[in-house]
T-cell receptor, first 111, second 114 residues
Framework: QKEVEQNSGPLSVPEGAIASLNCTYSDRGSQSFFWYRQYSGKSPELIMF????GDKEDGRFTAQLNKASQYVSLLIRDSQPSDSATYLC???????????FGTGTRLQVFP | EAGVVQSPRYKIIEKKQPVAFWCNPISGHNTLYWYLQNLGQGPELLIRYENEEAVDDSQLPKDRFSAERLKGVDSTLKIQPAELGDSAVYLC????????????FGPGTRLTVL
């Protein structure tokens, strides 16, 4: 079983819709959760981090964390074509101090 | 504030040749990471430094890979000899403190081994 799992996609949504990206992780003791965006040929850039159960909003982005279900998600409201990229979920596993990345979900927002 | 700087951006070499990558982290960031990213995969940690100390090099193939961060600032990752399977993007990242802190990535070095 992979430690951090994401659907590779592509996830296709129309412009203006809500894109929902999901991530599950295997270590119940994980404490820090990150979403990175990576455009083709570029390096990952941080979108959001979340440490506590519940929702965290930043502009059009909302991260949702459910530690009991070992699930973290990213919602993008009013999706724009410029949001088309690969979204990487990353989790810091308990007692390893190591950031583990998922394989990423490719998002396509079409006009 | 300047970001993480890496060089070269691209490198093409023949197998069995040596290659080196350089990284300068964000000023004041004590923690430096080297990652490898294959196409369609997430970054995988090769080595993590806290200042000049390598605190996690468990995923570094030590028979051919080496790294150093002599003064606790910039770092060099070396491969000798390179193999075809080493073709990938090598990313450097830094964070103010440990792995639970936000990591900031450099632009990466795309290595092609022929």
């Amino acid at each position: 079983q992979k430690e951090v799992e994401q659907n590779s996609g592509p996830l296709s949504v129309p412009e203006g819709a809500i894109a929902s990206l999901n991530c599950t992780y295997s270590d119940r003791g994980s404490q820090s959760f990150f979403w990175y965006r990576q455009y083709s040929g570029k390096s990952p850039e941080l979108i959001m981090f979340i440490y506590s159960n519940g929702d965290k909003e930043d502009g059009r982005f909302t991260a949702q964390l459910n530690k009991a279900s070992q699930y973290v998600s990213l919602l993008i409201r009013d999706s724009q074509p410029s949001d088309s990229a690969t979204y990487l979920c990353a989790v810091t596993f308990y007692n390893t101090d190591k950031l583990i990345f998922g394989t990423g979900t490719r998002l396509q927002v079409f006009p | 504030e300047a970001g993480v700087v890496q060089s070269p951006r691209y490198k093409i070499i023949e197998k069995k040749q040596p290659v080196a990558f350089w990284c300068n982290p964000i000023s004041g960031h004590n923690t430096l990471y080297w990652y490898l990213q294959n196409l369609g995969q997430g970054p995988e940690l090769l080595i993590r430094y806290e200042n000049e100390e390598a605190v996690d090099d468990s995923q570094l193939p030590k028979d051919r890979f080496s790294a150093e961060r002599l003064k606790g600032v910039d770092s060099t990752l070396k491969i000798q000899p390179a193999e075809l399977g080493d073709s990938a993007v090598y990313l450097c990242a830094s964070s103010p403190r440990g792995a639970g802190d936000t990591q900031y990535f450099g632009p990466g070095t795309r290595l092609t081994v022929l």
